[in-house]
Protein backbone atom coordinates (compact mmCIF):
# COMPACT_ATOMS: atom_id res chain seq x y z
CA UNK A 1 0.00 0.00 0.00
CA UNK A 2 1.79 3.37 -0.96
CA UNK A 3 2.05 5.86 2.12
CA UNK A 4 1.87 8.61 0.64
CA UNK A 5 -1.11 10.06 -2.55
CA UNK A 6 0.30 12.66 -4.82
CA UNK A 7 -2.88 13.81 -6.97
CA UNK A 8 -2.20 16.47 -9.80
CA UNK A 9 -5.89 17.01 -11.65
CA UNK A 10 -5.10 18.27 -14.94
CA UNK A 11 -6.51 20.84 -16.49
CA UNK A 12 -6.42 21.95 -20.19
CA UNK A 13 -2.30 22.86 -19.43
CA UNK A 14 -0.68 19.99 -20.74
CA UNK A 15 3.03 21.87 -20.76
CA UNK A 16 1.94 23.24 -17.30
CA UNK A 17 1.21 19.51 -15.97
CA UNK A 18 4.13 17.94 -17.09
CA UNK A 19 6.26 20.34 -15.54
CA UNK A 20 4.89 19.40 -12.73
CA UNK A 21 5.42 15.85 -12.88
CA UNK A 22 9.03 16.48 -14.10
CA UNK A 23 9.25 17.58 -10.89
CA UNK A 24 7.58 15.35 -8.28
CA UNK A 25 8.76 12.11 -10.58
CA UNK A 26 12.36 13.04 -9.63
CA UNK A 27 11.83 13.72 -6.08
CA UNK A 28 8.99 11.60 -5.21
CA UNK A 29 9.84 9.40 -1.90
CA UNK A 30 9.29 5.29 -2.18
CA UNK A 31 6.08 4.06 -1.89
CA UNK A 32 4.15 6.41 -3.58
CA UNK A 33 1.31 6.61 -6.05
CA UNK A 34 0.93 9.73 -8.17
CA UNK A 35 -2.75 10.30 -9.72
CA UNK A 36 -3.49 12.28 -12.25
CA UNK A 37 -7.75 12.86 -12.81
CA UNK A 38 -7.99 15.06 -16.31
CA UNK A 39 -11.47 14.89 -18.25
CA UNK A 40 -9.64 13.29 -21.75
CA UNK A 41 -7.14 16.29 -21.74
CA UNK A 42 -3.83 14.27 -21.54
CA UNK A 43 -2.71 11.95 -23.58
CA UNK A 44 0.85 10.80 -22.00
CA UNK A 45 2.64 11.49 -24.92
CA UNK A 46 5.70 10.58 -23.14
CA UNK A 47 4.48 6.98 -21.72
CA UNK A 48 4.63 7.55 -18.42
CA UNK A 49 1.58 5.88 -17.27
CA UNK A 50 3.63 3.08 -15.82
CA UNK A 51 4.72 5.72 -13.30
CA UNK A 52 2.06 7.72 -12.47
CA UNK A 53 -1.85 6.59 -12.55
CA UNK A 54 -4.01 8.63 -15.26
CA UNK A 55 -7.32 8.47 -14.40
CA UNK A 56 -9.53 9.56 -17.36
CA UNK A 57 -12.69 11.24 -16.60
CA UNK A 58 -16.02 12.30 -17.67
CA UNK A 59 -14.98 15.29 -20.52
CA UNK A 60 -17.48 17.49 -18.72
CA UNK A 61 -15.74 17.26 -15.25
CA UNK A 62 -14.30 20.30 -13.80
CA UNK A 63 -11.38 20.47 -11.30
CA UNK A 64 -13.22 20.01 -8.11
CA UNK A 65 -14.64 16.44 -9.40
CA UNK A 66 -11.64 15.21 -10.98
CA UNK A 67 -10.23 15.46 -7.27
CA UNK A 68 -12.77 13.66 -5.65
CA UNK A 69 -12.59 11.06 -8.01
CA UNK A 70 -8.76 10.62 -7.58
CA UNK A 71 -9.93 10.77 -3.59
CA UNK A 72 -11.77 7.57 -3.93
CA UNK A 73 -8.64 5.76 -6.08
CA UNK A 74 -6.02 6.30 -3.79
CA UNK A 75 -4.85 4.28 -1.42
CA UNK A 76 -2.42 6.23 0.72
CA UNK A 77 -2.67 6.90 3.85
CA UNK A 78 -1.87 11.14 2.91
CA UNK A 79 -2.95 12.76 0.35
CA UNK A 80 -1.27 15.97 -1.21
CA UNK A 81 -2.99 17.66 -3.79
CA UNK A 82 -0.65 19.76 -6.05
CA UNK A 83 -1.52 22.06 -8.59
CA UNK A 84 -0.31 21.53 -12.25
CA UNK A 85 2.42 24.53 -12.63
Known amino acids: MAKLSI????DRDAS???D???SVLSHCPP????LV???GSYDDPYGICEEIRLLDCDTQSN???LIV???H???GEILHLLGPG
Open 7 to 10: IIPA
Open 16 to 18: ALE
Open 20 to 22: TLV
Open 31 to 34: ECEI
Open 37 to 39: PHA
Open 63 to 65: TSE
Open 69 to 71: IAI
Open 73 to 75: QSH
